[in-house]
């Protein structure tokens, strides 16, 4: 093969035409089956395609749009990251369309194409974890960000948070108040890289000698399971450990399991102590205020904006490590 590839090339690799590869980067998705559009996308980053710049010349009229796709844009961590996002766009002059995949990919993917066919000029992508080869072969062609979640095993520019540090500041603590007991409460992990991130935070402090005296456990809950969360409540109040503690992985289970233990008339924290991971607008006003992980959602969303406008820009820094990763904090409040 030779050291440049072309449009050819990567024709005859993928074994369709080269209109098929046209039109993939391009945009046009609609004639291409999700197998096809995988199977580009594969071999385009194996062999490390880079598309000429005729095709981007098609798209060199700005529309000063961006695409902003939430896989759920209804958690509270989403309406911080789109304030940030949407502050800076604004004063770039940028107009945002905001977008709901519903944690569906199927609508992850619809929406991508919806937004090629507006002629975007780059994504900024929460995305549902399942759509990794899609997203990469669109980063081929557009300027793409990632926000929150990571894709394996690729360098389009991403701004996240430390997620194990937000673990072990949460396990660290309850340990300073002596827990015998820390259940971590964390949504599945599936493809999602900061769930992934924490439960093996977690689960690697279980087996730290400076925590062998605390029983931890990790349970993988829907927040829509709300009979699951219940039962749980019961059983662990019923437990003999006198010094137990709950760690949720979300601003969302941490509201149903205030809702339940209020209606199984428990009483945080002296029941159990318990830390939640983002601090909602509620988290401070509740009777007993929750203590809290704090992730920097709002500068995530604006570093995010910078780093997109940035490329659209040409001012990108050859240099610039793709992978910005901020820092989270403690808010120590009543719940422990």
């Avoid at 509270?76 to 905001?98: A, H, R």
């Avoid at 569906?104 to 619809?110: D, L, M, P």
């Avoid at 960000?145 to 690729?154: D, E, F, M, Q």
């Avoid at 520019?157 to 971590?184: M, W, Y």
Wanted: proline share 4%; hydrophobic share 40%.
């Amino acid at each position: 093969m030779k050291n440049k590839l072309s449009i050819k090339d990567i024709a005859e690799l993928a074994g369709v035409s080269t209109a098929t590869i046209s039109r993939y980067l391009n945009g046009k998705y609609q004639s291409m089956s999700v197998d096809t559009r995988k199977n580009i996308a594969s071999i385009i980053e194996k062999f490390g395609y880079q598309p000429s710049n005729i095709a981007r010349s098609l798209r060199i009229s700005e529309s000063k749009t961006i695409a902003v796709i939430m896989a759920d844009i209804f958690n509270p961590y989403s309406m911080d990251v789109l304030k940030g996002i949407e502050e800076f766009c604004s004063e770039k002059g940028y107009t945002i369309f905001i977008c709901d995949a519903k944690n569906s990919a199927q609508r992850e993917r619809t929406i991508i194409e919806e937004m090629t066919v507006k002629r975007v000029d780059g994504f900024i992508i929460n995305t549902t974890g399942e759509n990794d080869y899609f997203i990469k072969g669109i980063a081929l062609e557009y300027p793409v960000v990632l926000v929150g979640r990571k894709i394996k095993n690729s360098n389009i520019p991403t701004v996240s948070v430390d997620n194990a540090q937000g673990i072990r500041l949460a396990v660290e603590h309850l340990n300073e108040l002596k827990c015998k007991k820390i259940i971590f409460l964390s949504p599945p992990a599936g493809h999602i890289s900061p769930r992934n991130e924490r439960i093996t935070e977690f689960k690697k402090m279980s087996g730290e000698d400076n925590f062998a005296h605390i029983e931890m456990k990790c349970l993988p809950v829907s927040v829509l399971e709300e009979n699951v969360i219940k039962q749980f409540l019961i059983n662990f109040h019923r437990s003999d450990s006198d010094m137990k503690s709950i760690i949720t992985g979300n601003g969302q289970i941490s509201l149903k399991v205030i809702q339940v233990a209020k209606e199984l008339k428990l009483s945080i924290p002296e029941d159990f102590l318990m830390v939640g991971f983002d601090d909602t607008d509620w988290a401070h006003i509740l009777r007993k205020p929750l203590t809290v992980v704090a992730q920097p959602t709002y500068k995530v969303g604006y570093s995010a904006a910078k780093k997109l406008i940035s490329q659209l820009m040409k001012e990108n820094d050859a240099d610039e490590n793709y992978l910005e990763i901020l820092p989270v904090s403690l808010i120590k409040r009543e719940t422990t």
